[in-house]
């Protein structure tokens, strides 16, 4: 075994990746959750078999190779995550939803920023990026994430998968054709990400717009192939004015919601309050994670399991009108 420094220093060598590894896990699995227990698993492998490093790959390299059968193992099983236009077609607005569907396995929101620091900018973390990279076989997954979103060599994937370069490279172009289809499908193929600047005008105008309940404003700030979709109901909307049937319709209780600002996925997101029936205060309805696209609203994604989400994203449990008012949300919203 190479020089490691003994085991204080191989232990803090091995934390300093758990912050990348999470990022690396959760675009594999699709559940924060589930990616900070792989993490967890990998790194206590790690540091068992620490002996069996014998440095001839990069301490980084070999950390990887170990999460990245930790999320195979994970994914054995052959169930993947999803979204809700992954199972079926976009409904009408103006309907309920059918009940939840607690047996999916929902793509789930990343809290805060980018995982890791050293990931390219851009969509790498965005909640239709990871649904889409789902659809892609485990290992082609794993390539494509270490090849264009973390920076590894072809050599260096290959010695993690055990095969030659020629077949990472051959595996890495078949996930790129895939999720090109995918993307094409999706957003269209002239998409153009919004920069920072402009998601943060436009989260703190929609922000404004719902708390207001303004439908005029809302549909100004949709992308005209806009999605709305609700786990855990399977139902989803495209368009605005299906959305906005949805919203003036079933969900017309969301009137006098109060929006309190968060980072889902490196977007801004919201943690929404419903008015309660008896009029004092707020409760906690939905995450909403917000997506843009051609300096519009492309998504929103609406979470109900606020019980577990909201602590995740530092969300109160509750809200009053003397803790929050009108003014607000819009003042909060620009810090997004």
Not at 185 to 201: K, L, M
Request: charged share 25%; hydrophobic share 40%.
């Amino acid at each position: 075994m190479g020089d490691t420094g003994g085991p204080g220093a191989v232990a803090e060598g091995l934390e300093e990746y758990r912050r990348e590894l999470t990022g690396y896990c959760y675009r594999m699995l699709g559940s924060y959750a589930e990616a900070e227990d792989a993490v967890q698993d990998a790194l206590l492998r790690a540091w068992r078999n620490i002996d069996r490093f014998e440095g001839r790959s990069a301490l980084r390299t070999w950390v990887y190779r170990i999460a990245t059968n930790v999320c195979l193992d994970a994914l054995a099983s052959g169930k993947r995550r999803a979204l809700p236009m992954d199972l079926s077609g976009p409904s009408v607005g103006g309907t309920p939803p059918a009940p939840p569907q607690e047996s999916v396995l929902w793509v789930e929101p990343w809290p805060g920023g980018d995982p890791e620091a050293a990931a390219t900018a851009g969509e790498s973390v965005r909640l239709a990026f990871v649904a889409a990279l789902q659809h892609l076989p485990p290992r082609q997954r794993a390539t494509l994430i270490l090849r264009d979103v973390l920076g590894f060599s072809a050599r260096e994937v290959a010695d993690l998968h055990g095969c030659t370069v020629a077949s990472a490279n051959s595996s890495l172009q078949r996930a790129r054709a895939t999720l090109a289809d995918r993307r094409h499908a999706s957003d269209g193929a002239a998409a153009r990400p919004s920069d920072d600047r402009v998601r943060q005008v436009l989260a703190e105008r929609y922000a404004t717009a719902f708390s207001r309940y303004d439908m005029e404003e809302l549909n100004m700030l949709l992308h005209v192939d806009a999605t709305l979709c609700l786990p855990p109901y399977a139902k989803w909307m495209r368009g605005v004015p299906d959305i906005q049937a949805w919203l003036t319709g079933p969900a017309i209780g969301c009137r006098g919601s109060r929006l309190v600002p968060a980072v889902a996925n490196g977007s801004p997101g919201f943690g929404q309050y419903r008015p309660r029936e008896d009029g004092i205060g707020y409760v906690p309805w939905a995450l909403q994670v917000i997506e843009f696209r051609d300096d519009r609203i492309s998504g929103i994604s609406a979470y109900r399991d606020t019980d577990r989400l909201f602590p995740l994203f530092g969300l109160p449990d509750r809200l009053t009108d003397s803790a929050l008012g009108p003014e607000y949300v819009a003042a909060s919203s620009a810090k997004v």
